[in-house]
């Protein structure tokens, strides 16, 4: 027992961290789909430099296309997490309103 006299065990005790945990693990996987779109655009990026410096010197462009493919697979794994984090929020809402259109005022006079 705690010195307030509430067991260790007692739910109302940890919910407020439980409850912060789960905020920020939610904000996390809501926002870090963007870390693959940005190493996507970094790999693009670099892909551009290393051909671009290779004509403007005048020699042939050496092979840079894994830089490519790598970016193509990280801006799906963006895109993929995009959309589960829409999915989720979309079944957040769904189950917290039941399915309730959420617009403005409604006409409830009858008017036909």
Do not use: C
Not at 8 to 17: G, H, I, L, M
Not at 45 to 70: M, N, Q, T
């Amino acid at each position: 027992m705690h010195s307030s006299g509430r067991s260790q065990y007692d739910s109302s005790v940890n919910a407020p961290r439980s409850l912060t945990m789960r905020r920020l693990a939610v904000g996390v996987f809501s926002a870090l789909w963007v870390v693959p779109l940005g190493l996507a655009a970094s790999e693009v990026r670099a892909f551009v430099e290393r051909d671009w410096l290779y004509r403007v010197s005048g020699k042939v462009p050496i092979d840079s296309f894994p830089h490519l493919r790598f970016a193509e697979v990280l801006l799906w794994v963006a895109l993929v997490w995009f959309g589960l984090v829409v999915a989720v929020w979309a079944i957040f809402r769904l189950k917290r309103f039941g399915g309730q259109v959420m617009s403005g005022p409604t006409n409830t006079k009858g008017v036909r």
